[in-house]
């Protein structure tokens, strides 16, 4: 009788020493669904590239904002959409480890060319169609 009460109390003492060492051990190497995501543990050139023209385009449409050349409206607009084209490329980047595969680059060059000459055109800065013949320059866009 007292090896049986010995051996349970040996028991209840293991898992009452190993219950808070398991969790505080999960709890290291386990995510959970609020936690951030990783970012790319590295950045292929076409990202790179990528990140930094959008970041042209934004720094862009700062100098507009300051210079008065777009209200501040049209400056969050364009913001939120470089914003998107940004997320997507990093989405597609981070699914092929940190590359864009060429179709889809030249997908998202094309939307942040679109962006960048919706900019110019909200500026007064894109240039002009037309030779003038038919009474006049259009803006393209």
Do not use: C, W
């Amino acid at each position: 009788m007292r090896s049986s009460t010995s051996l349970k109390i040996a028991t209840l003492a293991t898992l009452l020493v190993a219950a808070p060492l398991a969790g505080a051990y999960a709890a290291g190497h386990h995510k959970g669904a609020l936690d951030a995501s990783d970012t790319p543990d590295f950045y292929g050139p076409r990202l790179t590239s990528f990140i930094g023209q959008v970041d042209g385009v934004k720094q862009g449409i700062a100098d507009a904002r300051q210079a008065n050349n777009i209200t501040p409206a049209e400056a969050r607009a364009l913001e939120m959409r470089a914003d998107r084209i940004s997320q997507a490329a990093e989405k597609v980047a981070s699914s092929d480890r940190g590359r864009i595969p060429s179709s889809q680059y030249h997908q998202l060059m094309h939307r942040l060319d679109n962006l960048d000459q919706r900019l110019l055109t909200d500026t007064g800065s894109g240039f002009n169609m037309g030779d003038g013949s038919d009474g006049g320059n259009y803006p393209n866009g």
